[in-house]
């Protein structure tokens, strides 16, 4: 790894919202590196642009293809572009700087930066069922990922269940490369008409219909849809053999070697939230996202969160934010004024605001359903502790307040994932047994390093009095 | 199990990596994750808490399910990693061991 000791902007993520704010840091002339924690760039939705083996464009799609003008811009840009590098903790240095913990194949890092702009991007939401931990069972995204980057599919039989757009486009994806789904288990809910019914109209003017229908339409023609599914259960002893199902009070078992799950995405919360920037519940969204300005900002004055970090709106919403962040941390530096960080925006802020039209219909139809949220009995809420439902439940109901308290009663959310895969689980199932909102619970109060590194790697950075607050949580100004 | 799809032939070179001793021809740029499914382990560790098998789940970095030991080093996400030629991957059982008496050590 060759660091920079110092720079202007540092960039964390190199999805589309990372590489667009890189890109315009670097063309006005700040000194800028963008961390990446990939081999290659373009983040989850570009994943493997570079390297993928899937030729065919119309398989993957216009969409996915467009990556590729963003990484040919980085290529020629003078970005100092660093892949297979983890952010492990952003703390303010001696003298107002920021100092970035950066591990990279095994030796840790510091990095002096100006501004930090994060565009750690979105995870998929936890999607707790019986059976969800065995082998055999993994996210519809995490299937996009291995079509994408690797050509691989699992074998037949395969179930995709759960809801959202992303689950008609991957079953129309395995269909276009002839390894079509064997059964689409829909759980968005019926007679959502009234909640939807008052974001019609933005929807039906905005890009997000012809694209819907037509995958829709072609999931349709490949793929056994189930609607209405209201229970899923993945079965089978040490890995997956069977998925099953429940539509009203009729129960269906069907054998499966994969099941692929998602039930959408929610904004990586991790760095932000260990940062001290302060968040919000959405209840639109069901998650918390970072306070932001239209550019970005957060309420920590020189780190800027852009993409679907800041709320999910998808990748090309997402690389107009990473320009607008990328112009605002050029204003903050001082490198440009006002007035040309406006003029520069202009094209951005209507891309934003084309992509976000329609955002709400798209939530309200597919906000999952409550069943898939709030787990029962002995369905494991934290993957790494394995923690239960009914642990967490039982905790709540002898007076456990939240998150934070959780841990101490049962190291909830402290494994190796930090939460990850448990933090938004716990909040709800807690706001329930409560009878408050999840906003008066909140999350876990997450803390540096966010991604685990080896003591020899901490105690091999150079200690001055700045990089030893690099595992300390920087205080709120 | 997983598959490669017809697409793929021919995109890039074989490397010889070993999965707890046994010798696979990964594809160069796969991630060992990816490898590892390709190779027919869908499982690539058990919990430290129940011993229960465990398997890659978000490949993209965030669940860390595909946790393995690479090269003597405990506990790697394998989905963030790429393969290289002569890479010793072994499944990782229970807790993480360290130190020169660990399994798998140097």
């Known amino acids: 790894m060759t660091l920079p000791q110092r720079c202007d902007v540092v960039v964390v993520g190199a999805g589309p919202a990372g590489l667009a704010a890189a890109l315009e840091c670097a063309r006005a002339g700040a000194a800028t590196v963008l961390l990446d924690e990939q081999a290659g760039p373009g983040g989850q939705i570009y994943r493997g642009i570079t390297v993928t083996p899937m030729r065919k464009r119309e398989v993957l799609g216009a969409d996915y293809w467009h990556g590729a003008t963003l990484v040919t811009a980085l290529q020629g840009s003078a970005v100092d572009y660093v892949p297979g590098a983890s952010v492990f903790a952003v703390t303010r240095a001696d003298g107002g700087a920021f100092e970035v913990g950066v591990s990279c194949d095994g030796a840790a890092a510091l990095l002096q930066a100006g501004q930090v702009i994060l565009a750690t991007g979105a995870l998929e939401r936890p999607f707790p069922v019986p059976g969800w931990t065995l082998p055999g069972v993994i996210t519809a995204g995490a299937a996009q990922i291995l079509m994408k980057s690797a050509g691989l599919v699992p074998e037949a039989p395969v179930v995709l269940a759960g809801t959202g757009p992303l689950l008609y486009l991957v079953a129309a994806q395995f269909a276009r490369v002839g390894a079509a789904i064997d059964c689409l288990l829909d759980t968005t809910p019926s007679g959502r008409l009234g909640e939807v019914l008052p974001h019609a109209a933005a929807f039906l003017t905005s890009p997000y219909v012809a694209k819907g229908l037509a995958l829709l339409r072609e999931a349709r023609a490949s793929t056994r849809i189930v609607r209405g599914v209201e229970r899923l259960e993945a079965l089978g002893t040490g890995r997956l053999a069977a998925v099953r199902y429940a539509v009203g009070s009729r129960t269906t078992e069907i054998p499966a070697r994969a099941l692929l799950l998602h039930q959408g995405v929610v904004p990586n919360i991790n760095l932000s939230n260990a940062i001290g920037c302060e968040h919000r519940w959405d209840d639109r969204g069901l998650c918390f996202t970072p306070v932001v300005d239209a550019w970005g900002a957060t309420s920590v004055a020189g780190i800027t969160v852009a993409g679907d970090g800041a709320g999910i709106a998808g990748a090309q919403a997402a690389e107009g934010r990473g320009t607008l962040a990328g112009l605002h941390a050029l204003a903050a530096l001082g490198r440009i004024g006002a007035a040309e960080r406006d003029a520069r925006a202009a094209g951005a802020t209507a891309q934003v605001a084309r992509w976000l039209r329609g955002r709400s219909f798209v939530d309200a139809l597919y906000r999952p359903a409550d069943a898939f949220r709030l787990p029962a009995g002995d369905t494991i809420v934290c993957r790494c502790e394995e923690i239960t439902a009914q642990q967490v439940i039982a905790t709540a109901k002898l007076g456990c307040p939240g998150p934070n308290q959780l841990k101490s009663f049962l190291r909830c959310g402290m494994g190796p994932c930090q939460g990850r895969l448990c933090g938004l689980t716990v909040t709800e199932l807690i706001a329930r047994e409560r009878g408050v909102p999840p906003a008066e619970v909140g999350y876990y109060r997450l803390r540096f390093p966010v991604k685990p590194i080896t003591l020899g790697e901490l105690a091999s950075l150079p200690q001055t009095s700045a990089s030893t607050q690099a595992v300390v949580r920087m205080k709120a100004h | ?106």
């Not at chain 2, 696979?24 to 390709?38: I, K, P």
């Open chain 2, 1 to 106: 199990m997983y598959k490669r799809l017809p697409d793929v032939a021919g995109t890039a070179r074989a490397v010889d990596i070993t999965i707890d001793g046994q010798v696979f021809a990964a594809r160069e740029g796969d991630t060992v994750a990816a490898a590892l499914l390709a190779a027919g382990y869908d499982a690539c560790r058990t919990t430290p808490v129940t011993d229960a098998p465990r398997g890659p789940y978000c490949l993209m970095g965030v669940c860390f399910d595909c946790l393995a030991v690479i090269d003597g080093r405990p506990n790697q996400q394998t989905c963030l990693i790429p393969v290289r030629a002569g890479m010793r991957i072994e499944r990782q059982q229970g807790a993480a061991a360290f130190g020169p008496g660990a399994a798998g050590a140097p």
